[in-house]
C-alpha cells in the first residue's frame, strides 16, 4: 500500500478518481473502517452486527481495491458478504433478498459497497455506497468522508476479526428477474453489447432465459476496455451495435456502461433512442392503465429531457415532474413524490413499478424486450421505433459542451440571466418561462434552450429543442454568441 491518502476522490454521488492518485487501496482501507463506524452510528449496532455486501467491476485494480476494503471493514469487527465482480444493480438487488443462514447467521444487509467508476476511463476506479437500501447522499457522503479522515489520524493496531462470506448474487438476480418475466422474448432477436465490462455476466444470459435470441457483443470482462469505452450515453461508442442490429435483422439492440446501470437503446433501424425518448415508452407503458383506474401516477426525470416527454406524460393524465440532473436528485424526488418512474438522459432508468427504485440497466432491457414483444403480439411488423411518433414534430440537438473554467461558471451564469432579462427578445422568439432548478431552462412556444454547469467537467452543458431544425440551430447560435460576450466581459 502506498503511505500517501488523499480525500479528494470524495464527490456528491460516490467516491471517484484516478487509481494510484486518488484512489488507492490504502484509502480504501480506511474507508472501509470508516463504513463501519458510520453504519453503527446510523443503525445503533454493535460492529459485529454490521454485515455489507461488497463487489467490483472489471478494471484492472478493482480487485485489489475490493480486498483492501473488506480487510478494512474486517479490521474493525464488521462482516462482509463477498459478491466478486459483478453489475453495479446487482450490489443493490444484494439489499432486498435473503440469505442461507450460513451466510450472515440471519443478520440483515445494513449496506452495499460496490467498486466502480461507471463509463468513466480505465485508469479510473471509485465507490459508490448504499444504507439501508438507500444511496447515500451528498451529506452522508460527507460524514463517510470525515469518519474516513478520523481513521487515517487513529492508526491503531487493534485488530478485530469480522467474517467474510462468498455470495453467488449472479445466479440469484438471474432467478428472481427471470421468474418476474416468463418467457416474454419469444419471437424476440437483440445485440447486447456489453464493452467488456460487467453486464456481459448477466444480461445475455438471463436475456435468453426470457427467450429471447440474443447475438453477444464484448461480453467477456476485460478491463482495458478493448473494444470500446463503455459509455452509451456517449454515441460514439455505439458503432458496432448499430451495425449488428442492422445486419442481423435484430428487433433492437442494449447496450450498457461499465457497471450496467445505464443503458443505451438502438431501434431496428440503427439508430439510438436518446434517454427521454427511451423514458416516454417506458413511462406510457406504465401510466396509462394507471390513470384509467383513476390514479395519478408521477414520472420524474430532468432539465436536459425533451419537452415532448412532459406533456406527452401529462396529456395521458399521470403527473412529469422535472427536477435537476443526476441519478441521486433523480432517486430523492422521487421518493419524495412517491414516483413509479424516473430517468435521466444518460440512460439511468428507476423502475418503481414492479421493481425497487434503483438503477439497473440489465432490468431495463428486460422491460424494453416486454414492450417490444406487447407489441408485435398485435402487429407482427411492429417497429420499436413506430414508438417515437410524438418526437416527429420537433427537433432536439445533441448536447453541445461550452468550455469554460470552474470559478466562471457562476457568475457568467448570473450574467447570462441578467441579459435575458433585460432583452426578452434575444432569442427571437417570446419566452414563455425561464426555469431555474438547474441552470436556467428557456422556454418556448415548442422549444427550449437550456444551459447548465456540469458537476464534473469545466464546461456549460446546452440543448436546445424547437419545431424545426432552423429555429434550434438559432436558439443555439444566440446562447453561444451570448456565452462569447459574457466571457469577453469576464476578461477571458
Same mark, same amino acid.
Given at each position: ?58 478494471? =484492472?485494480?478493482?480487485?485489489? $481495491?475490493? +480486498? !483492501?476494503? #473488506? %480487510?478494512?471493514?474486517?479490521? @474493525?469487527?464488521? /462482516? ?50 448504499? =444504507?439501508?437500501?438507500?444511496? $447515500?447522499? +451528498? !451529506?452522508? #457522503? %460527507?460524514?463517510?468522508?470525515? @469518519?474516513?479522515? /478520523? ?57 435468453? +432465459? ?283
Amino acid at each position: 500500500m502506498t503511505n500517501v491518502i488523499k480525500l479528494s476522490a470524495f464527490g456528491k454521488n460516490d467516491v471517484r478518481g484516478i487509481y494510484n492518485d486518488d484512489i488507492t487501496p490504502e484509502l480504501f482501507y480506511y474507508i472501509g473502517r470508516a463504513y463501519v463506524k458510520f453504519v453503527c452510528e446510523k443503525n445503533n449496532l454493535l460492529a459485529k452486527d454490521v454485515w455489507l455486501s461488497v463487489c467490483e467491476d472489471a478494471r =484492472l485494480h478493482s480487485k485489489e $481495491l475490493s +480486498e !483492501a476494503l #473488506i %480487510k478494512g471493514i474486517n479490521s @474493525l469487527g464488521g /462482516n462482509v458478504v463477498y459478491l466478486g465482480l459483478a453489475p453495479t444493480p446487482l450490489g443493490y438487488f444484494s439489499e432486498f433478498i435473503n440469505y442461507p443462514k450460513e451466510i450472515t447467521f440471519d443478520n440483515k444487509i445494513s449496506g452495499a459497497l460496490i467498486i466502480t467508476a461507471s463509463h468513466n476511463p480505465k485508469q479510473y476506479n471509485g465507490l459508490k455506497m448504499t =444504507l439501508n437500501k438507500a444511496s $447515500l447522499d +451528498e !451529506a452522508q #457522503i %460527507k460524514e463517510v468522508k470525515e @469518519l474516513t479522515l /478520523n481513521q487515517t489520524n487513529n492508526k491503531s493496531s487493534n485488530y478485530r476479526f469480522g467474517l467474510c462470506r462468498k455470495f453467488d448474487i449472479v445466479s440469484t438476480y438471474i432467478e428472481k428477474i427471470s421468474q418476474s418475466f416468463t418467457n416474454i422474448g419469444k419471437n424476440i432477436k437483440i445485440v447486447v453489447d456489453s464493452a467488456n465490462a460487467t453486464g456481459g455476466l448477466v444480461a445475455p444470459k438471463l436475456y435468453r +432465459e426470457l427467450g429471447c435470441e440474443v447475438v453477444e457483443l464484448y461480453s467477456e470482462p476485460d478491463g482495458n476496455f478493448p473494444n470500446h469505452h463503455p459509455n452509451p450515453s456517449d454515441e460514439s461508442t455505439l458503432d458496432d451495435i448499430k451495425k449488428a442490429v442492422v445486419q442481423n435483422n435484430a428487433d433492437f439492440g442494449i447496450a450498457f456502461d461499465g457497471d450496467s446501470d445505464r443503458i443505451g437503446v438502438i431501434d431496428s433501424k440503427g439508430n439510438y433512442l436518446t434517454g427521454d425518448k427511451l423514458l416516454l415508452i417506458y413511462a406510457l407503458d406504465i401510466v396509462e392503465d394507471l390513470v384509467k383506474r383513476g390514479e395519478k401516477p408521477t414520472v420524474v426525470s430532468e432539465v436536459k429531457c425533451s419537452q415532448v416527454l412532459y406533456d406527452c406524460i401529462n396529456n395521458t393524465g399521470a403527473c412529469a415532474v422535472m427536477c435537476k440532473t443526476g441519478h441521486g436528485y433523480i432517486k430523492s424526488m422521487m421518493r419524495e413524490t412517491n414516483a413509479i418512474l424516473g430517468g435521466e438522459m444518460s440512460g439511468h432508468i428507476f423502475f418503481k413499478d414492479r421493481f425497487y427504485g434503483f438503477d439497473d440497466a440489465i432490468y431495463a432491457g428486460c422491460r424494453i424486450i416486454e414492450i417490444v414483444a406487447k407489441h408485435k403480439l398485435k402487429n407482427p411488423d411492429f417497429k420499436l421505433e413506430d414508438l417515437l411518433e410524438p418526437f416527429k414534430q420537433t427537433f432536439c440537438s445533441k448536447e453541445n459542451r461550452y468550455k469554460v473554467e470552474n470559478e466562471l461558471k457562476k457568475p457568467i451564469l448570473e450574467m447570462v440571466k441578467e441579459k435575458i432579462n433585460e432583452n426578452k427578445n434575444l432569442f427571437s422568439d417570446k419566452i414563455k418561462d425561464i426555469i431555474t432548478i438547474d441552470g436556467l431552462r428557456i422556454v418556448f412556444d415548442g422549444g427550449f434552450a437550456l444551459i447548465r454547469q456540469s458537476n464534473t467537467e469545466p464546461v456549460f452543458t446546452l440543448r436546445f429543442e424547437a419545431k424545426d431544425e432552423n429555429t434550434c440551430k438559432h436558439y443555439e447560435k444566440c446562447m453561444v454568441n451570448l456565452l462569447d460576450e459574457c466571457k469577453k466581459n469576464m476578461g477571458k
